[in-house]
């Protein structure tokens, strides 16, 4: 396995890597958010989380122009 040389670039304007890390703190915060406060549903993070993930998906087959 080898880095591209433009891993940097990539990793500053994939969108696909933007999404994964949005997912991951959405995931945090479900688990973080019911130890402090039970204002919202359990469940929204979970929802955001897979919209999230779901975007990951699309942007990893979808053709990006700057990157």
């Known amino acids: ?6 891993w940097r670039e990539i ?8 999404l994964t ?3 991951l703190i959405f ?5 973080i958010v019911p130890l402090y406060a039970d204002l919202l549903p359990r469940h929204v993070f ?11 998906l699309v942007a990893r087959v979808i053709w ?3 990157v």
């Open 46 to 56: 979970a929802v955001l989380t897979a919209i999230a993930l779901l975007g990951v």
């Open 21 to 23: 890390v949005l997912a």
């Open 27 to 31: 995931s945090t915060m479900r688990e």
């Open 64 to 66: 990006q122009e700057n």
């Open 11 to 18: 990793l500053k304007k994939a969108w696909s890597i933007k």
């Open 1 to 6: 396995m080898k880095l591209h040389q433009n």
